[in-house]
Structures are given as structure tokens and as C-alpha cells.
């Protein structure tokens, strides 16, 4: 492509501060590539580069006859300087197309065709699209957003496509939306501008929140992940629009084109509002709760796994948000993700009452608490991501609660059957008779709870190693301690059975599932 469209010999600039357009480049050249890229929200990382570092060193357009365009020489004072929003040579492969459809000459050729059919240079678009735009969505994949108008459309587009699912066609607009935006800022950022460009930049943008408008009320409950990779590109499309050097003309569109994308990134944030109000309705009356939990189930609970899932997708796009200052959707969804912990905190106190046994909801709440805690507590997740040989885990006050009251109600019960030690020092010479009934309690509770909880699972192997440790520390010293008042009964038992080291190894079977 490249090669294609630089064999063709440059043209006089137009009055719109390009030079002219080479000839239109094969279709689906860039489509194919943009279709494979995986999507999930916005690039990686939206940034601020300076306009000396960003790497263009060169220009196929004319600063010095276009009349539109605001020249390089900083004294101007109709320019301002500010740093040029450009991506980081890391970002995603998005963004890598984008720069190459702006290096081939390829975004230049549909700006100014895009022009040619304006009316005049003052053209504003009015929502009807032209050839050009045509033809430059399709490239991007998203020439059904074209189609669309209301939900019905929308409905429609998916019935007479069944291969193509909401998830689908969301994921195409946000491959459509990133290397727009790449594509705009690029070309009249890099060179200084014209407003061909931003008046380009701002139709395709304008066309593409249709989409968002249309999409908002078929959104299910189970979409959260939809609207919030949504989210997620427009807050960090929006990041770009900050002008840099630029006439005011252009300056006052890529504001403009600023506040729309605001306003969409607005009702996306309610839509996330809303949808999670959904979600939680479902969830609460969700019937695999009583089904598992009666069923013996006290590891992570789906319905947990989903929740914290919606939490650290609700995280990734509160941080896209931070990009731009004094952007309100930043504490919007903060108090949303504290005000959804807070609710899976109730409704799995809730749910663990289904439990009959109360070593059972205790070992539930433990599993469900010290998973959410992996993400409600960041601390405590990079600890173990630093140190991941480390089985010495910090429990939030939480887990600790229900880790000790789980360990009163199994074990320290199995522990209360066996004599303190000390307390039949006087029959020492006659463990046989007196001393070995109270083990035989003790030896029967044990294995009894043993094999009770042997095929408890705690899925977390950081946690379920602690729970080992911890209860064998309850257990097998005072265990030993007795026998070790009791040399007879201790040689009698050592060895067999129920020796403290063969008890100790039972205990590490635990939790196994």
C-alpha cells in the first residue's frame, strides 16, 4: 500500500491545505487487518506526546498555501502551544493501523474527498452521509452504523444478520471509534491541521454516536461488559481531543467533537448505572444459590466471580477516566464500585444463611469474602503477585472473623473432646482404663469432621494452605502435649493411626474439592 501510493507524484496543495489526493487506494486493504485485532475497551494507553517526540518529520501537505492552516512558527499569535496528544509507540495494533492508513496517504485521500463533496468550505454536516464517508466506513468495517438511526434499526441489522451479535457489532465500533480517532489527531495534529480534517474528524464521529444512542436501550443486565468497553474507548477518545497549534477554527471543533464525546461518555455512564441496578436484581433472585450452597457448595460462587468481574471491569474504565481532568464519571463510577462491594458483602451474608451447617457458611463466606478481597484490597493482591511462593497471606478483618469463627465451630469443638493436659496426671499408670475413653471421643471427632470437610474446596491454594496450617496448629500441639504427659499412651499410640503425624497428614487433604 504504501509502496502503491507513493509511486504516484504529489499535486499542487488544494485550498484546503492538502495536496491532492492520490488515487483511491484497493478496498479492504486495512479492513482485513482491523477485523483480527482483539478488542476489550480502549487502547492500552492514551498519551501525552510532544510534538517534537511524536516522529513525523515530514509532511505531504502545504503549510505555506493553504490559507486554512496555521503555520509552524510559534511567534503566531493565532496558534496555541500545547503538548500534541499522539500514542505511545506501545500501543495496541489499533492504533498501529491507524498511523499506517495515515502514512499511506490513505486518511488524507478521504479527507479530501470528503471535502470535494462540502458545498463549501463553511459545510456543515448534516447527518446525511456522503460517498466519502461511505466508502471510509466500510473500510473500517462499520458501514452498517450508516443504517442506523433508532433501536428498531438496530434490531432489524441484527435479524437480518444473525452471524453478527451485539457483542459483535460493539466490538467493531470500538475498532472503528480508535482508529478514527488515531487517524484525525494524527493528521491535524501532527501538521499543524486544517479544518477539512477536523470538519472530517467530526461527521465520522457524529455518525458513530448513533450507535451509542441506539445500543443503550436493548442493553441486558448480562451486557454490563458491553456498555463498559464502550465506555471505556469513548473516555479515552476523548483524552485526544485537546488542541495543540492549531487555528481556532480547528481548535473550536476538536472542543466541540471534546464535548461530544463527553456527553456519549455521560449516557454511557448512566446506562452502567443502571445496568447494574439490573444486574443485581437478577443476581439476588438467582436459584443456583440455593441449589449449590444446599447442594454442599461453599467455594466461590458464580454468581461472586461474576460480580467481582463487573467490579474490575468498572476499575479499568474509572482508570480511563482519570486521563481527563475534572472528568465527574471518575467519581461517579468509584462510588459505584465501593457501593457494589458493599452489596456483595450483604447479599453473601445473606445467602450463606441457606447453609444448614454452620462450619459449612462460615467456610462459605471465608472462600467468597477472601476472593473479593483480591480486588477490593489492591495491597493484598500485589503482595501475592510479588511474593507468589509466599503461603504467609494477610486476611483482611473479614476473612479473619470468618476464618476464627469457622475454626470455633469445626475444630476447636474436635479439640474440647480431648482432656487438657495436666488435668489426669493422677492416672498416668492407668491410661488404660481411664485415659483411653477420652481419646476415643477425641479420635472419633476428628475424623468424623475430617471426613465431613475433606471434600470442602478452597480454591485459592494461598488460602487453603493457611486453613491447613491454622488448624493443625489448634489441634495437634495440645494433642501432643497430653500424649507426652502420658509416655505409656504415647508409645502405644506413635506409630498407628492416630498418631499426631498421621493426623497432621490427614489435614493436609483438606479442601481438596
Given at each position: 500500500m504504501?509502496e502503491?501510493?507513493?509511486?504516484?507524484?504529489?499535486?499542487?496543495?488544494t485550498a484546503?491545505?492538502?495536496?491532492?489526493?492520490?488515487p483511491?487506494?484497493?478496498?479492504n486493504?486495512?479492513?482485513?487487518?482491523?477485523?483480527?485485532?482483539?478488542?476489550?475497551?480502549?487502547?492500552?494507553?492514551?498519551t501525552?506526546?510532544?510534538?517534537?517526540q511524536s516522529?513525523?518529520k515530514?509532511?505531504?501537505?502545504?503549510?505555506?498555501?493553504?490559507?486554512?492552516s496555521?503555520p509552524?512558527?510559534?511567534s503566531?499569535?493565532s496558534?496555541?502551544?500545547?503538548?500534541?496528544?499522539?500514542?505511545?509507540?506501545d500501543?495496541?495494533?489499533?492504533?498501529?493501523i491507524?498511523r499506517?492508513m495515515?502514512?499511506?496517504?490513505y486518511?488524507?485521500?478521504?479527507?479530501q474527498?470528503?471535502d470535494?463533496?462540502?458545498?463549501?468550505?463553511?459545510f456543515?454536516?448534516?447527518?446525511?452521509?456522503?460517498?466519502?464517508?461511505?466508502n471510509?466506513?466500510?473500510e473500517l468495517?462499520?458501514?452498517?452504523?450508516?443504517q442506523?438511526h433508532?433501536?428498531?434499526?438496530?434490531?432489524?441489522?441484527l435479524?437480518?444478520?444473525?452471524?453478527s451479535?451485539?457483542?459483535?457489532?460493539?466490538?467493531?465500533?470500538?475498532?472503528a471509534?480508535?482508529?478514527?480517532?488515531?487517524?484525525i489527531?494524527e493528521?491535524?495534529?501532527a501538521f499543524?491541521?486544517?479544518?477539512a480534517?477536523?470538519?472530517?474528524?467530526?461527521?465520522?464521529?457524529t455518525?458513530?454516536?448513533?450507535?451509542?444512542d441506539?445500543?443503550?436501550?436493548?442493553?441486558k443486565?448480562?451486557?454490563?461488559h458491553?456498555v463498559?468497553?464502550?465506555?471505556?474507548?469513548?473516555?479515552?477518545?476523548?483524552?485526544?481531543?485537546?488542541?495543540?497549534?492549531?487555528?481556532?477554527?480547528?481548535?473550536?471543533?476538536?472542543?466541540e467533537?471534546?464535548?461530544?464525546?463527553?456527553k456519549?461518555?455521560n449516557?454511557?455512564?448512566?446506562?452502567?448505572?443502571?445496568t447494574?441496578?439490573?444486574?443485581?436484581?437478577?443476581?439476588?433472585?438467582?436459584?443456583?444459590?440455593?441449589?449449590?450452597?444446599?447442594?454442599?457448595?461453599?467455594?466461590?460462587?458464580?454468581?461472586?466471580?461474576?460480580?467481582?468481574?463487573?467490579?474490575v471491569l468498572?476499575?479499568?474504565?474509572q482508570?480511563?477516566?482519570e486521563?481527563?481532568?475534572g472528568?465527574?464519571?471518575?467519581?461517579n463510577?468509584r462510588?459505584?464500585i465501593d457501593?457494589?462491594?458493599?452489596?456483595?458483602?450483604?447479599?453473601l451474608l445473606t445467602?450463606?444463611?441457606?447453609?444448614?451447617?454452620?462450619?459449612?457458611?462460615?467456610?462459605?463466606l471465608?472462600?467468597?469474602?477472601?476472593?473479593?478481597?483480591?480486588?477490593s484490597?489492591?495491597s493484598?493482591?500485589?503482595?501475592?503477585?510479588?511474593?507468589?511462593?509466599?503461603?504467609e497471606?494477610e486476611?483482611?478483618?473479614?476473612?479473619e472473623?470468618?476464618?476464627d469463627?469457622?475454626?470455633?465451630?469445626s475444630?476447636r469443638?474436635v479439640k474440647?473432646?480431648?482432656?487438657?493436659?495436666?488435668?489426669?496426671?493422677a492416672l498416668?499408670?492407668?491410661?488404660n482404663?481411664?485415659?483411653?475413653?477420652s481419646l476415643?471421643?477425641?479420635?472419633?471427632?476428628?475424623?468424623?469432621?475430617?471426613?465431613?470437610?475433606?471434600?470442602?474446596?478452597?480454591?485459592?491454594?494461598?488460602?487453603?494452605?493457611?486453613?491447613?496450617?491454622t488448624i493443625?496448629?489448634?489441634?495437634?500441639?495440645?494433642?501432643?502435649d497430653?500424649?507426652?504427659?502420658?509416655?505409656e499412651?504415647?508409645k502405644?499410640?506413635?506409630?498407628?493411626?492416630?498418631?499426631p503425624?498421621?493426623?497432621?497428614q490427614l489435614?493436609?487433604?483438606l479442601?481438596?474439592?
Amino acid at each position: 500500500m504504501a509502496e502503491q501510493l507513493a509511486s504516484v507524484p504529489e499535486e499542487s496543495a488544494t485550498a484546503t491545505g492538502f495536496t491532492a489526493p492520490n488515487p483511491q487506494p484497493p478496498r479492504n486493504t486495512y479492513r482485513d487487518r482491523i477485523r483480527k485485532v482483539p478488542v476489550s475497551g480502549a487502547p492500552k494507553k492514551w498519551t501525552l506526546v510532544p510534538l517534537s517526540q511524536s516522529g513525523h518529520k515530514g509532511s505531504s501537505y502545504s503549510s505555506s498555501g493553504a490559507s486554512n492552516s496555521c503555520p509552524s512558527n510559534n511567534s503566531d499569535s493565532s496558534c496555541r502551544t500545547v503538548p500534541v496528544f499522539a500514542p505511545l509507540a506501545d500501543n495496541d495494533e489499533l492504533m498501529r493501523i491507524a498511523r499506517q492508513m495515515f502514512s499511506d496517504g490513505y486518511t488524507r485521500h478521504m479527507v479530501q474527498a470528503f471535502d470535494d463533496t462540502s458545498s463549501a468550505p463553511a459545510f456543515k454536516y448534516g447527518g446525511v452521509p456522503d460517498h466519502a464517508l461511505e466508502n471510509w466506513f466500510l473500510e473500517l468495517d462499520v458501514d452498517w452504523v450508516l443504517q442506523i438511526h433508532d433501536k428498531h434499526d438496530l434490531r432489524r441489522l441484527l435479524q437480518d444478520k444473525p452471524a453478527s451479535t451485539l457483542q459483535d457489532l460493539v466490538e467493531r465500533w470500538i475498532r472503528a471509534l480508535t482508529v478514527i480517532v488515531t487517524s484525525i489527531t494524527e493528521l491535524v495534529l501532527a501538521f499543524h491541521g486544517t479544518p477539512a480534517a477536523a470538519r472530517f474528524g467530526k461527521a465520522s464521529i457524529t455518525e458513530m454516536f448513533v450507535f451509542v444512542d441506539t445500543i443503550i436501550p436493548l442493553l441486558k443486565a448480562e451486557k454490563l461488559h458491553v456498555v463498559l468497553d464502550m465506555f471505556i474507548c469513548v473516555s479515552g477518545a476523548s483524552f485526544m481531543f485537546t488542541p495543540a497549534m492549531i487555528s481556532p477554527e480547528v481548535q473550536n471543533m476538536f472542543s466541540e467533537i471534546g464535548s461530544s464525546l463527553e456527553k456519549e461518555g455521560n449516557k454511557l455512564s448512566e446506562a452502567i448505572s443502571s445496568t447494574m441496578g439490573e444486574m443485581r436484581a437478577l443476581i439476588e433472585d438467582d436459584e443456583s444459590w440455593e441449589v449449590e450452597i444446599k447442594r454442599g457448595g461453599c467455594e466461590v460462587h458464580t454468581n461472586t466471580r461474576f460480580i467481582i468481574d463487573c467490579v474490575v471491569l468498572m476499575r479499568k474504565a474509572q482508570a480511563s477516566t482519570e486521563n481527563s481532568t475534572g472528568n465527574h464519571n471518575t467519581g461517579n463510577l468509584r462510588d459505584l464500585i465501593d457501593d457494589t462491594i458493599d452489596y456483595l458483602k450483604g447479599l453473601l451474608l445473606t445467602k450463606s444463611k441457606l447453609c444448614s451447617d454452620p462450619s459449612h457458611r462460615y467456610l462459605f463466606l471465608l472462600n467468597n469474602l477472601y476472593f473479593l478481597s483480591q480486588v477490593s484490597e489492591p495491597s493484598l493482591s500485589l503482595d501475592i503477585e510479588l511474593c507468589p511462593g509466599n503461603i504467609e497471606i494477610e486476611l483482611t478483618p473479614e476473612c479473619e472473623k470468618y476464618m476464627d469463627m469457622y475454626l470455633d465451630v469445626s475444630w476447636r469443638r474436635v479439640k474440647s473432646c480431648m482432656p487438657e493436659p495436666g488435668l489426669c496426671l493422677a492416672l498416668i499408670y492407668h491410661w488404660n482404663i481411664f485415659s483411653l475413653p477420652s481419646l476415643d471421643k477425641f479420635h472419633s471427632a476428628f475424623r468424623k469432621t475430617y471426613h465431613a470437610h475433606k471434600f470442602w474446596k478452597v480454591p485459592d491454594p494461598r488460602l487453603r494452605s493457611l486453613l491447613r496450617k491454622t488448624i493443625a496448629k489448634t489441634v495437634i500441639p495440645d494433642y501432643h502435649d497430653y500424649l507426652k504427659e502420658r509416655p505409656e499412651l504415647e508409645k502405644h499410640i506413635s506409630g498407628g493411626s492416630n498418631s499426631p503425624n498421621a493426623l497432621e497428614q490427614l489435614l493436609e487433604e483438606l479442601f481438596e474439592g
